[in-house]
């Protein structure tokens, strides 16, 4: 299935109200027809926590259209674009076939994937469920994030190309079960601290899992 970008969302940030207080938020993105990629992000988006969100290695948070039916029936609602917050709403590239380091062409950009999206609550209270991040987190409906290789102009529509292939073949779905704990896979945590496509702060992670995983081995 060909893999395209049906939407493309954008804001910076503003003050919203979830669960009753007052949060600064970049996630109220709104649909809009193009902008323009640059290295940190789109023009006219931004984050209110760029201390967990945003840099180079988080510029565009991309998620699949595929899973929105799933959550329009566990919310009990319709979702427009940008509902999870993400830059690109993309058809067809499941977390499952997209890899750490594989390269896209989106309009007039190139983009490398880095790592998963981790939700956060501020996700769960822009979408009035506070269970929400635990749910993305199970059922590995996360989405990912990209580096920007190269700038330029994105339309809404524009196809999602890859156009090169990490050999390691490590998918989004692949880090998701060492990150939630459902794989406790030494060797690949192993090759993902030392992968320099992988995020910095996943390779920080991981490196402090691999330290655990070898005490708990020196235990047994």
Known sequence: MPMKAVSLNVALPSTQRYDGREVLT???????LRAMLRYENFDGDGQGDPANHGGPDKAVCAYPLD??????????????PGAMSENLTISGALETEVCIGDVF??????VQVSQPRMPCNKLAGKNGERLLARWVSQTGYTGFYTRVLSEGMVEAGDAFERVGRHPDRISIADVNDIIYERSRDFALVERLTGMPEFAASGR?????RLDRMRRERQWD
């Open 26 to 32: 970049g996630g109220a993105k709104r649909p809009v």
């Open 67 to 80: 899973h929105y039916s799933h959550w329009e029936r566990e919310l009990g609602r319709e979702l427009s």
């Open 105 to 110: 062409r989106v309009g007039g950009a190139t």
């Open 204 to 208: 920080a992670l991981f490196a402090e």
